[in-house]
Each structure stands twice: as C-alpha cells, then as structure tokens.
C-alpha cells in the first residue's frame, strides 16, 4: 500500500503527466503527496528574467546582469557586490517560479480530492535533493518525468 509519494515538479509537460499520475495514485490510495520543485544554483537565463520583471518577481533595475569584468562598477560597486545581488534575485526568480508550479500542483490535486499536500521547493542538484526529500518524508514511491525534460523542452529537443 502506497502511504507517501513524492513528485518532482519542473513546470515541463513531462513533469505535469507526471504530476497528474501521482495525484491519481494518491487519490487512489488515499496516500500523502509531496509535491517537489528543485530550483538550480545558476544565474537565469535573460529571457525567463525578463518575465521575471513583468511579472514583477524582481525590479528591473536589480535584475540586470552583473559587470564581473569591471573590479568597481561606475555605480561605485564592486563586482563582487554585484554578482551577490544578482545571484540573490536568481534564487528568489526561481523560488517564485517552484512556488508558481507547486501551487498549480496542489490545485489540481486537491481537485482530484487529495487531502494530504505538502510542497516544498529546494535549492541545488535535483537528484540529490530528491532524494534527501525522499528520505526526509518516507517516501514509498517517487514519481518524476524524464531528466532534464524542462530544459529540453525549452530549447526544442526531442525527449
């Protein structure tokens, strides 16, 4: 019997028939579902930052690129300060993404009359964060759509 089940949510189409696979197996057995966004330790690509901005998860002024090449920034900055900001509004855009996805998640799950929820977004490699959650919940299964599928799909790669 099925008591907790993870899925690990990208935001990818593939994530989300994954998604909605665990939210029928947990409505199925009555099981506890966590619901898992790892958001990566890079900078954001200029594109999702600048709907980022739009969407007003960071301010356009802070969201710019840092200088690295430039020891002191004409702003009287340093670099250094400047990459800390920016990698500062990296993790919070893709905090706010994980949250925009976990919650479309649950959405659907408490649709489906799932009554045990949890989210969680996490920083760092997915593979072991996955698994650190999985131990972390007593996970009885996991379930997640092909690896790096998000990524693929953005760029037009078959997967």
């Known amino acids: 019997m099925l ?3 993870l899925a690990a949510a990208d935001g990818s189409d593939h994530a989300d028939r994954a ?3 665990a939210v029928e197996l947990a409505a199925t057995h009555g099981a506890r579902l966590v619901l898992l966004y790892v958001a990566p330790h890079r900078d954001v690509p200029p594109d999702l930052r600048r709907m980022a901005e739009v969407e007003h998860i960071v301010d356009p002024g802070r ?3 840092p200088r690295v090449a430039d020891p002191v920034l004409p702003s009287g900055r340093t670099a250094a300060s400047n990459l800390e900001e920016t ?3 990296s993790a919070r855009i893709y905090r706010e993404i994980g949250e ?3 919650s479309a998640a649950r959405r659907r799950a408490e649709a489906r009359g799932v009554e045990a929820v949890e989210t969680s977004v996490e920083h760092g490699d997915p593979a072991h964060q996955i698994l650190e959650a999985a131990g972390r919940h007593a996970v009885d299964l ?3 759509g ?3 599928s998000a990524i693929s799909t953005a760029i037009g790669s078959p997967v």
């Open 142 to 144: 996991i379930v997640m």
């Open 63 to 65: 969201a710019a690129a």
């Open 100 to 102: 925009r996805v976990l």
């Open 3 to 5: 008591k907790t089940i």
């Open 87 to 89: 990698m500062v509004s």
């Open 146 to 148: 092909p690896a790096g």
């Open 19 to 21: 998604i909605d696979w």
